[in-house]
């Protein structure tokens, strides 16, 4: 299978706020502490889209941001593929509860905010961005499917994508069943050829081989707390310039072999 290039990185995580501030952690070089993830209005959304964001838009423009500042790409020429398990719950929970009362009143803009492809539709509003877009959800392999639908757009079409993935906790009663411990984004800049920031080159493969995972007990338990985190073997063989194979969960009793190469 021919490579395609990842151009940048973003991070958007407890103790892991940038990719920039993320790497040194990832490389050894800092102990990971996980401290609470600071919340960033975003740079990029206008006004009014600004005061419509939920906390899922705005974790998922934490990572988009940051790995654009990677890269001297136009974030309206960029497709993207955005990836996440539930997307924003604490909507969901907000619409569920309100069909529980009389009257039954569902606020609009949470009407507005509760599809799956929501943070999708306001990159393109902040962005510009008209090329395709694609969202995913596919449970824990969230990350893993949308990698794996970004490299196949990247080499279908020789289009240059972002891929977003984000996850944050849901309000009990649903968070009790679906346990997300910590909100969490990863983001990546997929490239069809090489340029002077280039990380590595990567190809893919289906696996059964077992998942990577962190020898760092507090990292290993940031990657499992978070669908999105299940990214960060993968981040951190990016920051070390690591050309080892990275495996990721993908789910349906197959994973996703990253192989890293030289650009």
């Not at 395709?132 to 080499?155: C, H, M, N, P, R």
Request: glycine residues 6%.
């Amino acid at each position: 299978m021919t490579a395609v290039y990842v151009e940048a990185a973003g991070l958007a995580a407890p103790g892991l706020p940038s990719w920039r501030e993320g790497r040194e952690t990832l490389r050894g070089e800092a102990a990971y502490l996980p401290t609470p993830l600071p919340s960033r209005a975003s740079a990029m959304l206008p006004a009014n889209e600004r005061r419509r964001a939920t906390p899922a838009v705005r974790l998922a423009f934490q990572a988009a941001e940051d790995a654009m500042q990677g890269t001297l790409l136009p974030a309206s020429g960029l497709a993207t593929v955005f990836a996440s398990s539930d997307a924003d719950l604490a909507i969901i929970h907000r619409i569920c509860t309100a069909l529980t009362t009389t009257p039954r009143v569902v606020s609009p803009t949470d009407f507005h905010n509760s599809v799956h492809n929501a943070a999708a539709g306001y990159w393109s509003i902040a962005a510009g961005a008209r090329n395709a877009s694609t969202t995913i959800s596919a449970y824990d392999g969230s990350f893993a499917a949308g990698l794996f639908e970004a490299i196949a757009q990247v080499k279908a079409d020789e289009p240059d994508v972002l891929l977003v993935a984000f996850d944050l906790p849901a309000p009990e009663p649903l968070n009790a069943r679906r346990l997300i411990a910590h909100p969490a984004a990863t983001a990546l800049v997929l490239t069809h050829r090489p340029s002077d920031r280039t990380l590595a080159a990567i190809t893919c493969r289906a696996t059964t081989e077992a998942e990577t995972t962190h020898a760092d007990e507090a990292l290993e338990n940031l990657r499992l707390g978070n669908p999105a985190a299940r990214a960060l073997p993968l981040m951190q063989s990016l920051a070390l310039g690591s050309r080892d194979a990275v495996i990721l969960p993908m789910g349906l009793g197959s994973n996703l072999a990253i192989e890293l190469h030289s650009p």
